[in-house]
């Protein structure tokens, strides 16, 4: 994995002195060489609109927008491209399924369920449809190491409940979720199931087949590829049903003066000039994620949470949030340092060249639940290495030192 880093230039850099440690991956992931290149190409060679001309650019244009489709369906193993609709980002995805999806299919009454560790990308939308639709909205318990276990869902879901959305990885807890066992348990009772697989998909594989979901959403730019791309799976018998939300060029068939009809999938759900570049940058990260393979990755980032977290909790007064086990838990840890802000905390390491995040994470209903305002996060991926880690604890210890002097 130490290779991998020569494809990431952003890493050779000092910040405020110091060579730069970069942990703030689930927040942003850094971009290899391959997918810097080809946007470049893009816009230096090919740069046109899609789908609308039949000149030579155009045609390019849309060969590798289309393409970057394919390889984003084979990714996840997805039945057809059909299924596979771009969006801004995972919270773009999220809100069409619930208002395309939600608004057609939920009746007063309806139950809605989520859990505590959900991103508000993925509860609020939920929030507010419940509220437009006067439906019940219910949550998972979560047990005292952040997971959920399958008696609670089997407790939870009942034949009231429509749609069950939950995320796959945890952006706060680091928890992976046992997506198909849920599935499993929700098709039984005839809902669906939505899933935010925002720090899931850079990560480890994903079989949408497999796994059973009716829709799932991802983004590009935690996965390597650039900002503003994202993608919704659904299963394409769903998506046929659905209204489109967006409308205007691209998504249409045919216009009348008081009439309109739509196109077929995916692009009836696709108004509007795309993030062409975005696009063809995704499935540029995707061919480099492929070839590297993410079960090496999977298993190269548990070998770190393990190194990190027996590191870290040699730590007196830190505490680490979430499951213990780092086969259950996806590539972040966070923590909090007793009596130091996790923002006073975020600071000093940026100081010394640590980029970790901090705050509440999107994730408000959560540290209510682990009984803080906020907390500081480090996380991390391929290019991530333990030396990065060495330098999180020396930057902890130093930190802890300074307030401890300070106060």
């Known amino acids: 994995?130490?290779?991998?880093?020569?494809?990431f230039p952003i890493l050779n850099q000092e910040v405020n002195g110091h060579p730069l440690v970069y942990l703030d991956s689930a927040a942003t992931s850094q971009k290899p060489v391959q997918v810097?290149?080809?946007?470049?190409?893009?816009?230096?060679?090919?740069?046109?609109?899609?789908?609308?001309?039949?000149?030579t650019l155009g045609n390019r244009a849309t060969d590798s927008y289309e393409g970057a489709r394919e390889k984003i369906r084979k990714f996840i193993n997805a039945k057809s491209t059909k299924e596979i609709i771009y969006t801004r980002g995972t919270t773009t995805s999220l809100n069409t399924v619930a208002s395309a999806y939600g608004r057609q299919n939920i009746n007063e009454g309806d139950e809605i369920v989520i859990s505590y560790m959900e991103h508000h990308s993925n509860l609020i939308p939920w929030q507010q449809l419940a509220k437009e639709k006067k439906a019940v909205l219910k949550y998972f318990e979560l047990e005292k190491d952040g997971t959920i276990t399958l008696e609670t869902v089997e407790k939870t879901i009942t034949d009231k409940t429509k749609i069950v959305a939950i995320t796959m990885a945890s952006n706060v807890l680091g928890t992976i979720n046992p997506i198909k066992e849920i599935a499993e348990i929700a098709h039984k009772h005839d809902a669906i199931i939505v899933v935010d697989a925002a720090q899931a998909a850079p990560h480890m594989p994903i079989d949408v087949q497999d796994l059973d979901v009716d829709f799932l959403g991802f983004s590009g730019h935690k996965m390597c590829g650039p900002t503003g791309i994202g993608v919704l799976y659904g299963k394409q018998q769903l998506l046929e049903e659905m209204e489109p939300i967006e409308f205007g060029g691209e998504m249409i068939d045919f216009v009348d003066l008081y009439e309109s009809t739509w196109k077929e999938l995916p692009w009836k759900f696709e108004g509007?000039?795309?993030n062409i570049a975005g696009a063809i940058g995704l499935g540029a990260a995707i061919d480099f994620l492929t070839e590297i393979g993410l079960d090496k990755i999977a298993e190269h980032e548990h070998k770190l949470v393990e190194y990190a977290m027996s590191e870290m909790e040699k730590i007196e007064g830190l505490t680490i949030y979430g499951p213990r086990d780092p086969k259950k838990r996806c590539g972040l840890i966070t923590f909090n340092l007793?009596?130091?802000?996790?923002?006073?905390?975020?600071?000093?390491?940026?100081m010394n060249g640590i980029a970790?995040?901090?705050g509440h994470h999107c994730a408000q209903p959560l540290m209510k639940w682990l009984t803080c305002t906020a907390t500081a996060r480090a996380s991390f991926y391929m290019y991530n290495n333990t030396e990065d880690i060495d330098r999180l604890v020396e930057g902890l210890k130093g930190a802890k030192e300074y307030f401890n002097d300070v106060f």
């Open 1 to 7: 994995m130490n290779e991998i880093r020569k494809y």
């Open 36 to 55: 810097l290149d080809v946007i470049r190409k893009y816009y230096d060679f090919d740069n046109s609109n899609v789908h609308r001309g039949v000149h």
């Open 272 to 274: 509007g000039t795309p």
């Open 338 to 350: 007793e009596g130091v802000h996790p923002h006073d905390v975020a600071t000093v390491l940026d």
């Open 356 to 358: 970790v995040r901090a």
